[in-house]
């Protein structure tokens, strides 16, 4: 959490990972390692003067669409 008591990004990730995939094992523990390859290529695309290539942002968005629709079947 930050100092305004809102969860930031790292700490959700944590907490998805920790909580909801290793203790309580409601995710397969794959959706970890989606959840940081994507999380480094958007602080990459958002704060570095290096660009994203479009392959690299297809595979991104190809994880992402893989993390929803596993978190969309565990809440279902």
Known sequence: MNVRGQWDHD???????????????????????????????RLLADYEIVAVGQVAAERTLQMARVFVSTVRKGIL
Request: hydrophobic residues 50%; aromatic residues 10%.
């Open 11 to 41: 700490f959700v990730q944590a907490q998805f990972s920790g909580v909801l995939i290793a203790r309580r094992k409601l995710y397969p523990s794959s959706l970890t390692s989606l959840l940081s390859k994507a999380a480094l290529k």
